[in-house]
């Protein structure tokens, strides 16, 4: 067995499908990579940031897609709200890589973390994209992109690994033990961080043979 290294899950929500999209918000889930948490738990240990929208595209080039707003459009009114209206926390780009880079020592992330999303073509450019837009502010700490917040080489994508751990390229979430779900809520970044660690924790359960997929599966693992 691995060391219990702490790798982390991440995940942007956005206006747009880029690199360059302007982004509403992002949520951020150290775990321990041999620990296997509630939902509850990895909601609470995730941090939260919500974005300044007024500058980035005039001062960053960020860019708005509109099919992607009217997506937004399609989905749950107190979601949008919660990552479109405004509030006195909205910080600007700079400072959530400030602050990303001290929840990343504090946690002890790195060569050896494994950093996850749901989709390593989306949210990994899009950070990318935010340090390489904004370092030449930032003179408190040596950015490279290639290895913030981890290696390029330990990115991993949600999806392609739990099909793999499936053998089964239909497979991209893991059945959850019935009630393992309680308030999650669809493109709320903190819930989907929490989930798809769950996601994660679970197939490689099974996959070792550790645990059995079980006869009641909370029907929030797939939707």
């Known amino acids: 067995m691995s060391d ?16 360059t999209s302007v982004v509403l918000s992002l ?15 990895y909601v609470s240990d995730t941090y939260y940031w919500k974005f300044e929208l007024s500058n980035q595209s005039s001062d960053y080039n960020r860019t ?32 959530m890589i400030l602050e990303l880079h001290q929840v990343r020592k504090d946690h002890g992330i790195g060569n050896k973390s494994m950093g996850y999303c749901r989709g390593q073509s989306f949210d990994f450019p899009i950070l990318q994209n935010i340090i390489e837009t904004v370092k030449g502010d930032i ?20 999806r392609s690994y739990i099909r793999g751990l499936f053998c089964d ?18 493109h709320n970044p903190i819930d989907d961080c929490a989930r798809a660690i769950l996601h994660v924790k679970y197939a ?10 079980p006869d ?6 797939y939707k």
């Open 169 to 186: 390229v239909t497979q991209d979430k893991a059945p959850l033990p019935k009630g393992s779900l309680k308030g999650f809520r669809h």
């Open 4 to 19: 219990n290294i702490t790798d982390f899950m991440f995940d942007f929500e956005t206006m747009g499908k880029t690199p």
């Open 216 to 221: 009641e599966i909370d029907p929030l693992s």
């Open 204 to 213: 490689e359960k099974y996959a070792m043979g550790e645990l059995d997929i």
């Open 64 to 95: 708005i897609d509109k099919d992607t707003l009217e997506w937004w459009d399609k989905q749950d009114a107190d979601v949008k709200r919660s990552q479109f209206n405004p509030t006195p926390d909205d910080i600007i780009l700079t400072k």
């Open 27 to 41: 949520a951020f889930t150290p775990f321990k990579r041999n620990e296997l948490l509630t939902f509850e738990e």
């Open 139 to 158: 003179s408190e700490i040596p950015l490279n992109s290639a290895f913030f917040p981890c290696a390029f080489w330990n990115q991993m994508d949600v």
